[in-house]
Protein backbone atom coordinates (compact mmCIF):
# COMPACT_ATOMS: atom_id res chain seq x y z
CA UNK A 1 0.00 0.00 0.00
CA UNK A 2 2.66 2.09 0.96
CA UNK A 3 6.35 2.58 -0.37
CA UNK A 4 9.16 1.32 1.04
CA UNK A 5 10.39 4.88 0.62
CA UNK A 6 7.97 6.33 2.82
CA UNK A 7 7.84 3.77 5.93
CA UNK A 8 11.38 4.63 5.82
CA UNK A 9 11.00 8.02 5.98
CA UNK A 10 8.34 7.67 8.86
CA UNK A 11 10.80 5.29 10.73
CA UNK A 12 13.43 7.93 10.43
CA UNK A 13 11.59 10.91 10.63
CA UNK A 14 12.44 13.45 13.34
CA UNK A 15 8.73 15.62 13.11
CA UNK A 16 5.86 14.55 11.59
CA UNK A 17 2.97 16.68 10.62
CA UNK A 18 -0.38 15.62 9.96
CA UNK A 19 -3.70 17.41 8.14
CA UNK A 20 -6.86 16.11 8.60
CA UNK A 21 -10.41 16.86 7.10
CA UNK A 22 -13.69 15.33 7.48
CA UNK A 23 -13.20 12.41 5.68
CA UNK A 24 -11.02 10.82 8.95
CA UNK A 25 -14.39 10.74 10.40
CA UNK A 26 -16.73 9.31 8.27
CA UNK A 27 -16.19 5.62 8.73
CA UNK A 28 -17.41 6.83 12.65
CA UNK A 29 -20.65 8.58 11.35
CA UNK A 30 -19.80 11.94 10.86
CA UNK A 31 -21.17 13.23 7.82
CA UNK A 32 -18.66 14.89 5.79
CA UNK A 33 -18.96 18.51 4.49
CA UNK A 34 -19.68 17.72 1.00
CA UNK A 35 -22.30 15.01 1.95
CA UNK A 36 -24.51 16.25 4.55
CA UNK A 37 -26.99 13.53 4.98
CA UNK A 38 -31.15 13.92 4.74
CA UNK A 39 -32.47 16.69 5.94
CA UNK A 40 -29.55 19.14 6.04
CA UNK A 41 -28.78 17.73 2.41
CA UNK A 42 -30.98 20.72 1.23
CA UNK A 43 -28.75 23.55 3.18
CA UNK A 44 -25.41 25.00 2.08
CA UNK A 45 -23.36 23.73 4.86
CA UNK A 46 -21.12 26.87 3.41
CA UNK A 47 -23.93 29.46 4.42
CA UNK A 48 -24.94 27.53 7.40
CA UNK A 49 -21.49 28.11 8.72
CA UNK A 50 -21.45 31.82 8.48
CA UNK A 51 -22.22 34.37 10.64
CA UNK A 52 -24.33 35.47 8.12
CA UNK A 53 -26.17 32.48 7.91
CA UNK A 54 -26.13 32.42 11.69
CA UNK A 55 -27.76 36.13 11.74
CA UNK A 56 -30.02 35.50 8.92
CA UNK A 57 -31.36 32.41 10.83
CA UNK A 58 -30.03 32.18 14.33
CA UNK A 59 -32.26 29.38 15.45
CA UNK A 60 -31.75 26.94 12.00
CA UNK A 61 -27.67 27.07 12.25
CA UNK A 62 -28.24 26.11 16.41
CA UNK A 63 -30.36 23.51 15.77
CA UNK A 64 -27.65 22.19 12.91
CA UNK A 65 -25.02 22.60 15.28
CA UNK A 66 -27.06 20.82 17.49
CA UNK A 67 -27.86 17.91 15.36
CA UNK A 68 -23.84 17.83 14.28
CA UNK A 69 -22.95 18.02 18.36
CA UNK A 70 -25.45 15.26 19.10
CA UNK A 71 -24.30 12.75 16.16
CA UNK A 72 -20.78 13.61 17.51
CA UNK A 73 -20.95 12.47 21.15
CA UNK A 74 -23.30 9.28 19.83
CA UNK A 75 -20.13 8.39 17.61
CA UNK A 76 -16.69 6.85 18.55
CA UNK A 77 -13.37 7.79 17.16
CA UNK A 78 -12.80 4.89 14.43
CA UNK A 79 -9.56 3.06 13.32
CA UNK A 80 -8.04 5.85 11.59
CA UNK A 81 -8.53 8.17 14.59
CA UNK A 82 -6.85 5.69 16.69
CA UNK A 83 -3.81 4.68 14.09
CA UNK A 84 -2.67 8.48 14.07
CA UNK A 85 -2.61 8.52 17.82
CA UNK A 86 -0.38 5.21 18.28
CA UNK A 87 1.85 6.63 16.03
CA UNK A 88 1.88 9.74 17.79
CA UNK A 89 3.40 8.05 20.32
CA UNK A 90 6.24 5.80 18.50
CA UNK A 91 8.04 8.73 16.63
CA UNK A 92 10.23 11.69 18.29
CA UNK A 93 7.67 14.21 17.17
CA UNK A 94 4.14 14.28 15.77
CA UNK A 95 1.67 17.34 15.18
CA UNK A 96 -2.01 16.51 14.44
CA UNK A 97 -3.64 19.59 12.57
CA UNK A 98 -7.13 19.39 12.21
CA UNK A 99 -9.97 21.30 10.56
CA UNK A 100 -12.59 19.06 12.55
CA UNK A 101 -14.92 20.61 15.04
CA UNK A 102 -15.78 16.81 16.40
CA UNK A 103 -13.22 16.40 19.06
CA UNK A 104 -12.87 12.77 17.72
CA UNK A 105 -8.75 12.99 17.65
CA UNK A 106 -8.52 13.91 21.30
CA UNK A 107 -11.01 11.14 22.26
CA UNK A 108 -8.95 8.69 20.83
CA UNK A 109 -5.86 10.11 22.54
CA UNK A 110 -4.19 12.53 20.41
CA UNK A 111 -2.18 15.04 22.20
CA UNK A 112 -0.64 17.43 20.18
CA UNK A 113 -3.78 18.77 18.29
CA UNK A 114 -4.28 22.35 16.27
CA UNK A 115 -7.82 22.63 16.21
CA UNK A 116 -7.82 25.21 13.02
CA UNK A 117 -11.81 25.67 12.76
CA UNK A 118 -12.50 25.60 16.60
CA UNK A 119 -14.68 22.39 18.28
CA UNK A 120 -18.55 22.28 17.99
CA UNK A 121 -18.73 21.01 22.02
CA UNK A 122 -18.61 24.43 22.79
CA UNK A 123 -20.74 28.06 22.23
CA UNK A 124 -18.12 31.00 23.11
CA UNK A 125 -18.95 34.90 23.04
CA UNK A 126 -18.34 36.59 19.90
CA UNK A 127 -16.85 40.03 21.10
CA UNK A 128 -14.70 38.65 24.50
CA UNK A 129 -14.47 34.93 23.44
CA UNK A 130 -16.13 33.73 26.93
CA UNK A 131 -16.87 30.88 26.68
CA UNK A 132 -20.47 28.25 27.58
CA UNK A 133 -21.69 25.63 27.98
CA UNK A 134 -23.89 24.83 25.08
CA UNK A 135 -27.43 24.70 25.80
CA UNK A 136 -30.72 22.65 24.05
CA UNK A 137 -32.18 25.24 21.17
CA UNK A 138 -35.59 24.90 22.73
CA UNK A 139 -34.85 25.60 26.33
CA UNK A 140 -33.22 29.45 25.38
CA UNK A 141 -35.71 31.98 26.00
CA UNK A 142 -33.63 34.58 23.55
CA UNK A 143 -31.82 33.45 20.31
CA UNK A 144 -28.97 34.24 20.06
CA UNK A 145 -28.37 34.38 24.08
CA UNK A 146 -26.15 37.58 24.90
CA UNK A 147 -23.06 37.54 26.79
CA UNK A 148 -22.99 39.77 29.57
CA UNK A 149 -20.16 42.62 27.77
CA UNK A 150 -23.34 42.22 25.36
CA UNK A 151 -21.88 40.47 22.38
CA UNK A 152 -23.89 37.51 21.35
CA UNK A 153 -23.08 33.76 21.91
CA UNK A 154 -22.28 31.37 19.31
CA UNK A 155 -20.69 28.12 18.43
CA UNK A 156 -16.56 28.11 19.16
CA UNK A 157 -16.08 27.14 15.53
CA UNK A 158 -13.99 29.64 12.58
CA UNK A 159 -17.21 30.04 10.97
CA UNK A 160 -16.34 30.85 6.53
CA UNK A 161 -15.28 34.49 6.37
CA UNK A 162 -13.63 34.47 9.51
CA UNK A 163 -10.04 34.88 10.72
CA UNK A 164 -8.34 31.49 12.35
CA UNK A 165 -6.96 32.49 15.64
CA UNK A 166 -3.33 33.67 14.74
CA UNK A 167 -1.62 31.67 17.13
CA UNK A 168 -3.32 28.23 15.49
CA UNK A 169 -2.09 29.14 12.14
CA UNK A 170 1.38 30.40 12.90
CA UNK A 171 1.88 27.18 14.81
CA UNK A 172 0.33 24.96 12.09
CA UNK A 173 2.14 27.05 9.14
CA UNK A 174 5.42 26.65 11.62
CA UNK A 175 4.98 22.18 11.93
CA UNK A 176 4.56 22.07 7.95
CA UNK A 177 7.49 24.14 7.44
CA UNK A 178 9.91 22.31 10.23
CA UNK A 179 8.42 18.60 9.23
CA UNK A 180 10.16 15.99 7.09
CA UNK A 181 7.47 13.77 6.77
CA UNK A 182 3.45 15.73 5.91
CA UNK A 183 0.20 13.67 5.30
CA UNK A 184 -2.66 15.14 4.23
CA UNK A 185 -5.60 12.78 5.38
CA UNK A 186 -9.34 12.94 4.26
CA UNK A 187 -9.45 16.33 3.41
CA UNK A 188 -11.09 17.86 -0.62
CA UNK A 189 -7.70 20.27 0.16
CA UNK A 190 -10.30 23.18 -0.87
CA UNK A 191 -10.58 25.60 2.68
CA UNK A 192 -7.80 27.91 3.14
CA UNK A 193 -5.75 28.81 4.81
CA UNK A 194 -5.52 24.65 5.70
CA UNK A 195 -5.15 23.79 1.79
CA UNK A 196 -1.83 26.00 2.05
CA UNK A 197 -0.32 23.88 4.51
CA UNK A 198 0.37 20.91 2.14
CA UNK A 199 2.20 23.29 -0.31
CA UNK A 200 4.00 24.81 2.27
CA UNK A 201 5.34 21.33 3.60
CA UNK A 202 6.37 20.02 -0.08
CA UNK A 203 8.32 23.47 -0.45
CA UNK A 204 10.32 22.65 2.36
CA UNK A 205 11.36 19.86 0.90
CA UNK A 206 9.01 17.37 3.85
CA UNK A 207 7.63 14.15 1.77
CA UNK A 208 3.98 14.49 1.53
CA UNK A 209 2.17 11.48 1.32
CA UNK A 210 -2.25 12.02 0.54
CA UNK A 211 -4.42 9.63 1.69
CA UNK A 212 -7.99 10.20 0.40
CA UNK A 213 -11.14 8.52 -0.94
CA UNK A 214 -10.92 10.84 -4.04
CA UNK A 215 -8.37 12.38 -5.87
CA UNK A 216 -7.98 15.87 -4.66
CA UNK A 217 -6.35 19.56 -6.10
CA UNK A 218 -3.38 18.10 -4.34
CA UNK A 219 -3.06 15.00 -5.20
CA UNK A 220 -0.52 16.05 -7.91
CA UNK A 221 1.63 17.72 -5.58
CA UNK A 222 1.47 14.53 -3.44
CA UNK A 223 5.00 12.14 -3.53
CA UNK A 224 2.61 9.15 -2.67
CA UNK A 225 -1.16 9.04 -3.03
CA UNK A 226 -3.52 6.69 -1.39
CA UNK A 227 -6.94 5.83 -2.14
CA UNK A 228 -9.06 4.19 0.08
CA UNK A 229 -10.89 4.94 3.51
CA UNK A 230 -8.13 6.45 6.24
CA UNK A 231 -10.25 3.83 8.79
CA UNK A 232 -8.56 1.04 6.66
CA UNK A 233 -5.43 2.64 5.22
CA UNK A 234 -3.95 4.30 8.29
CA UNK A 235 -4.21 0.44 10.56
CA UNK A 236 -2.82 -1.18 7.59
CA UNK A 237 0.10 1.74 7.74
CA UNK A 238 1.12 0.60 11.25
CA UNK A 239 0.85 -3.40 10.25
CA UNK A 240 3.96 -1.80 8.04
CA UNK A 241 5.38 0.32 10.58
CA UNK A 242 5.08 -3.23 12.58
CA UNK A 243 3.30 -0.81 15.65
CA UNK A 244 0.22 -2.50 15.62
C1 LIG B 1 -10.20 32.96 6.41
C2 LIG B 1 -15.86 25.10 11.01
C3 LIG B 1 -9.52 35.26 6.34
C4 LIG B 1 -17.32 25.35 10.92
C5 LIG B 1 -14.99 25.29 8.75
C6 LIG B 1 -8.41 31.85 -0.59
C7 LIG B 1 -8.94 31.34 -1.75
C8 LIG B 1 -10.30 31.03 -1.83
C9 LIG B 1 -11.13 31.23 -0.73
C10 LIG B 1 -10.60 31.73 0.41
C11 LIG B 1 -9.24 32.04 0.49
N1 LIG B 1 -9.00 32.49 1.75
C12 LIG B 1 -10.15 32.50 2.46
C13 LIG B 1 -11.15 32.05 1.66
C14 LIG B 1 -12.55 31.91 2.03
C15 LIG B 1 -12.82 30.58 2.74
C16 LIG B 1 -12.57 29.40 1.85
O1 LIG B 1 -11.55 28.73 1.97
N2 LIG B 1 -13.51 29.10 0.98
C17 LIG B 1 -13.35 27.93 0.13
C18 LIG B 1 -14.49 26.97 0.36
C19 LIG B 1 -13.25 28.38 -1.30
N3 LIG B 1 -12.01 30.48 3.94
C20 LIG B 1 -12.37 31.11 5.06
O2 LIG B 1 -13.35 31.83 5.10
C21 LIG B 1 -11.50 30.90 6.27
N4 LIG B 1 -11.20 32.20 6.86
O3 LIG B 1 -9.45 32.63 5.55
O4 LIG B 1 -10.15 34.22 7.04
C22 LIG B 1 -10.45 35.66 5.22
C23 LIG B 1 -11.77 35.98 5.51
C24 LIG B 1 -12.62 36.37 4.46
C25 LIG B 1 -12.17 36.37 3.15
C26 LIG B 1 -10.84 36.02 2.85
C27 LIG B 1 -9.99 35.67 3.90
C28 LIG B 1 -12.23 30.09 7.33
C29 LIG B 1 -12.40 28.68 6.86
C30 LIG B 1 -12.95 27.81 8.02
C31 LIG B 1 -14.41 27.47 7.77
N5 LIG B 1 -14.92 26.59 8.83
N6 LIG B 1 -15.41 24.51 9.75
C32 LIG B 1 -18.10 24.07 10.99
O5 LIG B 1 -17.52 22.98 10.84
O6 LIG B 1 -19.32 24.17 11.19
S1 LIG B 1 -14.42 24.55 7.37
C33 LIG B 1 -15.26 23.12 7.16
O7 LIG B 1 -14.90 22.72 5.87
C34 LIG B 1 -14.88 21.98 8.09
O8 LIG B 1 -13.81 22.35 8.95
C35 LIG B 1 -14.42 20.88 7.18
O9 LIG B 1 -13.34 20.18 7.70
C36 LIG B 1 -14.03 21.67 5.99
C37 LIG B 1 -14.35 20.94 4.71
O10 LIG B 1 -13.25 20.48 4.28
P1 LIG B 1 -12.91 18.92 4.45
O11 LIG B 1 -12.58 18.66 5.87
O12 LIG B 1 -11.90 18.66 3.44
O13 LIG B 1 -14.25 18.12 4.18
P2 LIG B 1 -14.90 17.80 2.74
O14 LIG B 1 -16.25 17.25 3.00
O15 LIG B 1 -14.72 18.96 1.84
O16 LIG B 1 -13.95 16.64 2.14
C38 LIG B 1 -13.87 15.40 2.78
C39 LIG B 1 -12.88 14.59 1.97
O17 LIG B 1 -12.75 13.32 2.60
C40 LIG B 1 -13.36 14.31 0.55
O18 LIG B 1 -12.28 14.57 -0.34
C41 LIG B 1 -13.70 12.82 0.55
O19 LIG B 1 -13.36 12.19 -0.67
C42 LIG B 1 -12.83 12.31 1.64
N7 LIG B 1 -13.36 11.13 2.33
C43 LIG B 1 -14.67 10.84 2.60
N8 LIG B 1 -14.71 9.68 3.30
C44 LIG B 1 -13.43 9.27 3.49
C45 LIG B 1 -12.56 10.19 2.87
N9 LIG B 1 -11.22 10.05 2.87
C46 LIG B 1 -10.72 8.97 3.49
N10 LIG B 1 -11.48 8.05 4.12
C47 LIG B 1 -12.83 8.16 4.12
N11 LIG B 1 -13.57 7.22 4.74
Redesign the pocket.
Known sequence: MFSGEFINRIKNSKKIAVLT????S??SGVP????PDGFWAKYN??EL?SMHGFMSNPKLVLEW?QM?RHTVNRVEPNP?HFALAVIEQKVPYFTLIT???DDLHRRAGSKNIIEL??N?LNDRCNDCYKKYEVMDVEKLDRIPRECECGGIIR?D????????SESNLERAFYEARECDVFMS???????????QLPYIAKANNSYFVE????P?PISDLADETVH????EILPGLLKELRLE
Open positions: GAGIRETFRDPQAYRGQNVHGIPVVWFGESLIGTSAEVMPAAINYETGRSG
